[in-house]
């Protein structure tokens, strides 16, 4: 890895999160919205400039429970590219622990759900849906400096239909 590749941890990084709390608690609130108004807010396909948002429904590495989360999305052919960073913390997010696990997975989109199987995209395939978040990323929005808060970089995570 090169001192340009996004997840160097020292390369400094002049990014800024809003505190853990207030990122938690819109996690909280958008996936109660969604909940609330039966799935009619919250889900929205990717378009120019602004990626999608997508429901993950997926099963507890644990508790054998259903989980969800709510996560930003792009296509790429019939596949879906998502970002395995949790608020940009150091942790991985549950969700793609629980991927590991078991990675049969079902999305709801703003058209309809789908059954997905998940994987980790390495090298360059990695790097090719890396660079595709950045056509969504918006003015104020840096995401390489964002990566860089964390030791590592973000896992790509594509979700193939089953």
Same mark, same amino acid.
Not at 60 to 70: D, K, L
Not at 124 to 151: C, H, I, M, N, Q
């Given at each position: 890895? #090169? ?10 990084? #002049? +990014? ?6 207030? %990122? ?43 989980? #969800?989360? %709510? ?9 879906? %590219? ?19 696990? #078991?990675?049969?997975?079902?999305? +709801? ?47 790509? %995570? ?5």
């Amino acid at each position: 890895m #090169t001192s340009d590749d996004p997840g160097r941890a020292d390369v400094p990084s #002049t +990014a800024k999160v809003p505190p853990r709390w207030f %990122i938690r608690t819109a996690w909280v609130v958008h996936r109660g919205l969604y909940r609330v108004t039966g799935g009619r807010f919250g889900l929205t396909r990717p378009r120019p400039g602004k990626y999608g948002m997508l429901s993950l429904h997926t099963v507890g590495r644990r508790s054998g429970r259903r989980r #969800t989360a %709510i996560l930003a999305y792009y296509e790429d052919g019939p596949d879906l %590219i998502v970002m395995a960073m949790n608020g940009w913390g150091e942790a991985e997010p549950a969700w793609w622990l629980n991927l590991q696990a #078991t990675p049969e997975a079902e999305v +709801a989109l703003p058209d309809g759900g789908r059954r997905m199987r998940a994987r980790e995209a390495l090298g360059v395939e990695r790097e090719r849906l890396w660079a595709g978040f950045r056509d969504y990323e918006g003015p104020k929005t840096d995401l390489d400096a964002l990566a860089k808060l964390r030791s590592r970089p973000p896992a790509m %995570i594509v979700l193939e239909p089953a």
